[in-house]
Each structure stands twice: as C-alpha cells, then as structure tokens.
C-alpha cells in the first residue's frame, strides 16, 4: 500500500496528521538573525538544560565560531558570516580591503591584518544605504533543527525513535535509536549527527519535556535580545512578518524569512528564520525539499519494474519449454 500523498508534501497540522486528537497550537521558533549578538547564552543553556555533552575548544580559524555546526553535541549553533559588504552587490572584496583576492574573487590573497574601523554609532550601511556599504559587518545565526511539517528523518526510522509529539515538533528517543544513519542522510538540512562514542542519532527536542510543562524551551529564555522567539507558530509567523515589513521601511531591503512558507518543498518549517542575505550564506539550502516527497512514484515505478521482470521471466522459460 502506497503512503498517503498528503502525508509526503504539501500544507497540513502535522499533530492531528499524527493522530493526536484535541491536539494543542503548533509550537516553534522564530529566530530574528537581525538582532542576534552571538553572545551564545542559546548554546550554553541547551546544553545545561539537556545535558549536552561539552563539544570541545577546538579553535576552527573561523572567527568566533568555535562550534562550527550542528552535531549530535551542538543541537543550537551560533554561525558567525564576515561581510565585507552585503554579498551580491558587484563589489569584489579587493575593492573594499585594498588586497588582491584569488580566483574566485572572495578571499584576500596575503592580505594580512585588516583595520576594520572603530565602532560606530549605528549600524553598517544605515548611513549610507546598503548599496553604497563598503564597510565590515558580521551576520550572525542561531541555527536549530528546523522541525519540518513533512520530516523525512520520521519516515525512514525503522525503529520509531523518531517521532512527532503533540506540539508538532520531531523528538529523538535516543534509547530505542539503533544508529541507522537512515535520518542523517535523510535531513534536507544536515541537521540530525550521531555521536561517535555510541552510534546514536542526537538533534534539539525543542525542549519537549519543557513544553509539556507549560515553559519555554531553554534557549529561548535565555537570549537577551529576544532574537530567538517561541510561540504558536502561526503568531510567530504573523510576527515575522510584521519585522520584515518594519526592516524594509528602515532602509533595509535584504531582510527575507526563510522556512516560513507552508507551500515550499517540507510544508514549512516549525523554526524559521529572519535572514539578512541568501539562505547560502549562512550554510542553508536556498530551496529545501523533503527527501521522502517522491516515494509513491518510486515504489510505483519499482512495482512496474518487477511486473515487466516476472512477465519477462515466464515468457522466457514458456518460450523455452516449447
């Protein structure tokens, strides 16, 4: 029997789709990119809350990012992107550094130190609007498990690990989890590791023990700046929407969400996001789409194919008979 086609794509409660009845508001997060600092109060209190094992100093070389990504022991991961000036606005870092760069005109080549300025009163480009930017910013991201409406990682567990709770979110048993692999290469968005030490796959809960609680999830009470926000989904969609059009009134015009639309390729993502340049800078899939959407066609295709082969087969041996 073929899964039901709506299960696989397309806008749906993915609770009640679970069969939950009586189920309560879809629960997420919405993380402003626009107000982060990259303090990472968000990394440190998933940790302690879930107990997180420690990841390591390992000192990557690439600015104050020392997690990098998200791992089995880095369910929140706060990326930090040097621009020089926005990208995609034809000026070649050369130009704003004064240093040759290499072939593919994105890196100084022996460029050395780089003063970057004193700090300033107000934002970069707010002066002189973002087309004539030429000065250095960083764009920072708490990134998270996306909690995807149609989760790919849910259907491919043989074990049911995975599954989806009352809140829509996706949450890992780790104690029935045989460590498959099956979900890591099933994540659209590389979200999902295992951990050496024990085989097993590991991502954020959203703090499901929390939500059941009535509380909100350890990250985002911790941040300082509200950048990370959770609530019913669809009021934290109505109020992305709503900074989105404030940003733009404020001169500037690259602020987009990311993962918010239930029309896109997983039926909208249960943490979405405010992006200040394309998804591709900050590591993410322009358009994600859930690994598991063409399933009825494959099994259909590969039931012709066995059809096409048992016919051919008892052609071969009645021909041969004769």
């Not at 939950?20 to 919405?30: D, V």
């Not at 000036?85 to 034809?90: E, F, K, L, Q, T």
């Not at 350890?218 to 929407?241: F, V």
């Amino acid at each position: 029997m073929l899964p039901d086609p709506n299960s696989l794509y397309g806008p749906l409660d993915p609770a009640p789709e679970a069969g939950y009845e009586n189920a309560p508001p879809r629960m997420g997060f919405f993380t402003d990119t626009s107000v982060c600092i990259g303090c990472k109060a968000c990394e440190v209190a998933c940790k302690e809350w879930n107990g997180v094992p420690e990841s390591g100093l390992d000192l990557l070389g690439m600015s104050y990012d020392n997690t990098g990504a998200l791992t089995a022991n880095s369910w929140r991961h706060v990326a930090f992107i040097e621009q020089p000036r926005p990208a995609g606005h034809g000026v070649a870092l050369a130009d704003v550094l004064g240093a040759p760069v290499d072939a593919d005109r994105t890196r100084p080549v022996d460029a050395g130190p780089q003063f970057l300025g004193m700090p300033g009163a107000q934002p970069p480009g707010r002066g002189t609007g973002v087309e004539e930017r030429t000065d250095f910013r960083w764009l920072m991201m708490s990134d998270v498990c996306k909690h995807c409406t149609h989760a790919a990682c849910l259907d491919v567990c043989p074990t049911g690990s995975l599954f989806r709770t009352e809140f829509g979110t996706v949450v890992v048993q780790e104690d029935i989890c045989n460590g498959c692999g099956y979900c890591i290469s099933a994540c659209p968005y590389g979200v999902i590791d295992q951990r050496k030490d024990d085989g097993r796959a590991w991502k954020c809960t959203l703090c499901y023990d929390r939500l059941g609680a009535g509380m909100t999830p350890a990250c985002a009470q911790a941040c300082p700046t509200e950048s990370i926000q959770y609530g019913p989904l669809d009021e934290l969609r109505e109020r992305a929407a709503a900074r989105v059009t404030t940003l733009h009134d404020r001169g500037v015009p690259e602020a987009r969400l990311y993962g918010h639309d239930p029309d896109d390729g997983v039926g909208g993502d249960g943490a979405f996001f405010l992006l200040l340049d394309e998804p591709e800078v900050y590591g993410l899939p322009p358009d994600p789409v859930v690994t598991t959407r063409d399933l009825p066609k494959m099994w259909k295709r590969a039931g012709l194919a066995a059809l096409a082969m048992a016919a051919a087969t008892v052609a071969a041996f009645v021909g041969g008979s004769s």
